[in-house]
């Protein structure tokens, strides 16, 4: 490895910081609060990395994403997009290829985040708007702080949120969703926990604690159990109703199979805590 590549690798590493808990909880932060933690190609690479590397992580149960500094996340990095149109590599083309390899890195992003097999929570401290109301969109569950606020205010400059309106489009409703899109407006932190967007909005005070004891009580599960769930979750939903209970049905036979699914039923029958093998 290069000179280069070592200074790459550890800048990457700035940008997504990592630690797991004795539990198995993995908190990834996003750590740019001088860009608002905008979504740079290397903060895309950076967090896809570690999600990466979670997939397979048997320490890794839960995984947390939170940030540092006053901004969540601010979406794409609109500076690096902009500088792409006039970029004499990119042959006259308006930044098209660019665009094009950028937003394609972002939604491969997005879509791993259900497609993950741990579950992962969104810990919003502060504002998220644009691609980054799409990351907390996109995450298994979601904690806001009432001083949060989410967004997708593409509108307002000629840019409809396009690619964010995929994954909150899948969270709530369609008419809040369109009143968030064509309006731009922020969506405070109640009113996102009311129209489905976060499970709980909080006090500033209480956030960490409170995705924490969300986190532990998930950990806590047999994590073949949830690997059953998750994916099954997700699968189900884009099916019509009879094709989604044969799926579902399917699952549950697998799951019934498995060794956690008895232990947890004959713990449940001998009246005692079950005794998780994770398989």
């Known amino acids: 490895m290069s000179d280069g590549d070592t200074a790459m690798r550890v800048r990457a590493d700035q940008l997504v910081l990592r630690d797991c808990d004795d539990n198995g909880i993995l908190r990834l932060t996003l750590n ?29 149960r839960v995984i947390v994403i939170a940030a540092n500094g006053p901004v969540f996340c601010a979406g794409h990095n609109l500076k690096e997009m902009t500088a792409a149109r006039t970029n004499p590599q990119n042959e006259g083309d308006r930044g098209r290829a660019y665009f094009t390899r950028v937003l394609g890195q972002c939604s491969r992003l997005m879509a791993s985040l259900p497609a993950h097999p741990k579950p992962i929570i969104a810990e919003v401290a502060a504002t998220a708007t644009a691609a980054g109301c799409q990351l907390a969109a996109s995450c298994d569950l979601a904690v806001a702080s009432h001083e949060a606020s989410f967004a997708t205010p593409g509108v307002h400059i000629g840019l409809f949120c396009s690619t964010p309106m995929v994954a909150l489009s899948r969270k709530v409703a369609p008419k809040h969703a369109m009143e968030m899109l064509l309006t731009g407006d922020p969506c405070p932190a109640d009113r996102a926990a009311e129209i489905g967007l976060v499970n709980y909005a909080v006090p500033a005070d209480q956030l960490t604690d409170t995705v924490m004891e969300m986190a532990r009580k998930i950990a806590a599960k047999s994590t073949a159990t949830v690997g059953f769930g998750k994916p099954a979750f997700y699968r189900q ?24 699914a008895e232990e947890g039923i004959s713990a449940f029958i001998e009246k005692r805590h079950p005794n998780w093998t994770d398989s």
């Not at 905008?38 to 950076?46: G, I, K, V």
């Open 32 to 60: 740019d609060p001088k860009t608002r933690n905008s979504l740079s190609e290397a903060m895309m690479e950076a967090l896809a990395s570690a999600l990466a590397d979670a997939r397979d992580d048997a320490d890794v």
């Open 237 to 260: 939903l884009e099916r019509p109703l009879v094709e989604a209970y044969e799926f579902a049905a399917e699952v549950m036979v697998s799951n019934m199979l498995a060794r956690d």
